[in-house]
């Protein structure tokens, strides 16, 4: 589809700006409500890469062009009434200025009855025993305790999944799967890593996997 014939399909504002809603491709994290107008929609277009129009600035704005974490473009979506984007993106660092990886970090209500359970908030909270020390916390126990501790943790749950696995307890298993899981994230967050490392790295695989699979179909 080109550039004419998408914003054919587009409603923009009095202002000539429409809201675009970017998304993490990966992980469908929300990161950021941005606007466009129909320059930085087709400079976005044309570089694959995420362009807004600065509504405080009055101008133009490449994301990353100053701090580095641009956002490759994976696919633009329209609503209903064509006047708002979804922009599905690959991005390279933090969303928001403030240096959180989205902009919606400010969490003004939770009811703690229908929150799902997510590895990305088991992984902050992981993280956050890290950097800030709770006593009492085993997590934060493991840190004071240093690498060696929490290789030697996920060296002995490696051992016990093999043992459930192979009595064929699927419960036990399920149960030391959960260990090795966490002592893992543990140690993720000592050398640094995070979530969306985990994820791109799957992804990529993904990506090789798939590429090979068409290529034998030849």
Known sequence: MTYEEIESKLVFDERGLIPAIVQDYLTHEVL?????????LQISLLEGKTCFW?????????????????????????DCDGDALVVEVQKAGPACHTGAESCFFDEL???????PFSMRALMELIEGRRSNP???????????????????KIGEECTEVIIAGAK???????????DLTYHAMVLMADMGINYEDVVR???????????????RMK
């Open 32 to 40: 950021t409500l941005a606007y466009m107008n129909r320059e930085s």
């Open 54 to 78: 600065s509504r405080s600035r009055d101008c133009l704005w490449r994301k990353g062009e100053t701090s580095g974490n641009t956002q490759k473009i994976v696919a633009l979506r329209a």
């Open 109 to 115: 209500y939770v009811d703690a009855d229908s929150k």
């Open 134 to 152: 709770q006593e009492g916390s085993y997590t934060t126990y493991l840190f004071a305790k240093g690498r060696d501790k929490i290789l030697k």
């Open 168 to 178: 064929n307890d699927r419960e036990e298993t399920l149960y030391e799967l959960g």
């Open 201 to 215: 790295e799957l992804a990529k695989r993904h990506v090789i996997d798939h590429k090979v699979k068409q290529e």
